[in-house]
């Protein structure tokens, strides 16, 4: 089972400044199988980015994800206050598809 | 536009059943894979059942194969899942959700979930 490791915990930035979360595979993630999810506190997830790098339809382009092998990153170019929430990778490359833990997104 | 609406949540003692249902309408249900996903209370998410769109082929997490059964009734644009032999650890809010049309295990829509508590 690929177990992703999701970090910071939490981080706490201020609208308008830059957010980069880490996402970093136990093993690589076959042909850059990676997902990133937003959480809202009572919502369900909403799908950002997958295949890594491709935004999901009606995602801001604000919101960009890269990388590959095992190290993956969301960026945030220039957070909105509806930005802040917490933020899950998923690996879909192999059998069990796995989540991160979570990074919460917080205002400072 | 998609609208996925779990129900079927509740209260049940060790060992009991339950079973989820997932109403979906806004896209061609009968041409996309299904998945439930669950997420503790206060925890991350973990990837339940997936069933094909046409219900050829069905997945499981290893702790409810044997237990949980996925299945879609699309004359009903339905999404199921039969939950039997529940223990304390399978409270979660459940969430059904559709998969992208090539990247069947991607989420690209999701219900807004149905709780489930296992206790006595």
């Known amino acids: 089972e690929i177990v992703l490791t999701q970090s910071p915990g939490t981080l706490s930035l201020s609208p308008g400044e830059r957010a980069t979360l880490s996402c970093r595979a136990s093993?690589?993630?076959?042909?850059?199988?990676l997902a990133w999810y937003q959480q809202k506190p009572g919502q369900a997830p909403r799908l950002l980015i997958y295949g890594a790098s491709s935004r999901a339809t009606g995602i801001p382009d604000r919101f960009s994800g890269s990388g590959s092998g095992t190290d993956f990153t969301l960026t945030i170019s220039r957070l909105e206050p509806e930005d802040f929430a917490v933020y899950y990778c998923q690996q879909y490359g192999s059998s069990p598809i796995t989540f991160g833990q979570g990074t919460r997104l917080e205002i400072k | 536009q998609v609208q996925l609406v779990e129900s079927g949540g509740g209260v049940v003692q060790p060992g009991g059943s339950l079973r989820l249902s997932c109403a979906a309408s806004?896209?061609?249900?009968?041409?996309?894979?299904m998945h439930w996903v669950r997420q503790a209370p206060g925890k991350g998410l973990e990837w339940v059942a997936f069933?094909?769109?046409?219900?050829?082929?069905?997945y499981y997490t290893d702790s409810v194969e044997g237990r949980f059964t996925i299945s879609r009734d699309t004359s009903k644009s339905t999404l199921y899942l039969q939950m039997n032999s529940l223990r304390a650890e399978d409270t979660a809010v459940y969430y059904c959700?559709?998969?992208?049309?090539?990247?069947?295990?991607?989420?690209?829509?999701w219900g807004q979930g149905t709780l489930v508590t296992v206790s006595s």
């Open positions: 069933i094909r769109y046409d219900g050829s082929n069905k």
């Open positions: 093993q690589s993630v076959n042909s850059s199988y």
């Open positions: 806004g896209f061609t249900f009968s041409s996309h894979g």
């Open positions: 959700a559709k998969s992208k049309t090539v990247e069947k295990f991607v989420f690209d829509y």
